[in-house]
T-cell receptor
């Protein structure tokens, strides 16, 4: 069964460093998303991406964040200068066609900022 | 700004008892999705509701979308230990943004 994959599973970084979180959505999916979940809290929408551009972004997704689909398979989230409060689990998700169909989530990348 | 409020935050039930979680939005939603997240896992899609007043069933799970498309509920009949996890609603706004509820953490005692 096709699945969304994410690498790395755990990323530890120093405050102020840049990190890139990588996702490989399901191959025929067209809509891509990033979410984050701070430990013990709810899942928060960051950004949606379609047709090589951002469709929607939340207030959390400020200038520190950027997304890219550098090739036909990867979907990346970059955090330019990490802060302690960026520590969270970051989930990537994708959907087939419409933006609100079933979202398939990846296993997540746990980001720890020291 | 728009929010999706979800209650209760925690629910502990005896196996066999029913369980309900509720989501309310401050504004009208385009649609609502429900997810289940097991401890340490990622959200797994359960269902999507789009129409006003819609009711959908999946075995022991019943999902409802309110007439005003501002509230939704998930009801589990006769809970089992396999139902343990956190249940999230996710509302889609008319502007295309997505809002997760805080989640209801369900514990089922055997």
């Amino acid at each position: 069964e096709p699945e969304v994959t994410q690498t790395p599973s755990h990323q530890v970084t120093q405050m102020g460093q840049e990190v890139i979180l990588r996702c490989v959505p399901i191959s025929n999916h067209l809509y891509f998303y990033w979410y984050r979940q701070i430990l013990g809290q709810k899942v928060e929408f960051l950004v949606s991406f379609y047709n090589n551009e951002i469709s929607e972004k939340s207030e959390i997704f400020d200038d520190q964040f950027s997304v890219e689909r550098p090739d036909g398979s990867n979907f990346t989230l970059k955090i330019r200068s990490t802060k302690l409060e960026d520590s969270a689990m970051y989930f990537c998700a994708s959907t087939l066609v419409l933006p609100y169909n079933e979202q398939f989530f990846g296993p997540g990348t746990r980001l720890t900022v020291l | 700004g728009q929010q999706v409020m979800q209650i209760p935050q925690y629910q502990h039930v005896q196996e066999g008892e029913d369980f309900t979680t509720y989501c309310n939005s401050s504004t009208t939603l385009s649609n609502i999705q429900w997810y289940k997240q097991r401890p340490g896992g990622h959200p797994v899609f359960l269902i999507q509701l789009v129409k006003s007043g819609e009711v959908k069933k999946q075995k022991r799970l019943t999902f409802q979308f309110g007439e005003a498309k501002k509230n939704s509920s998930l009801h589990i009949t006769a809970t089992q230990t396999t139902d343990v996890g956190t249940y999230f609603c996710e509302g889609g706004s008319t502007l295309g943004r997505l809002y997760f509820g805080r989640g209801t953490q369900l514990t089922v005692w055997p």
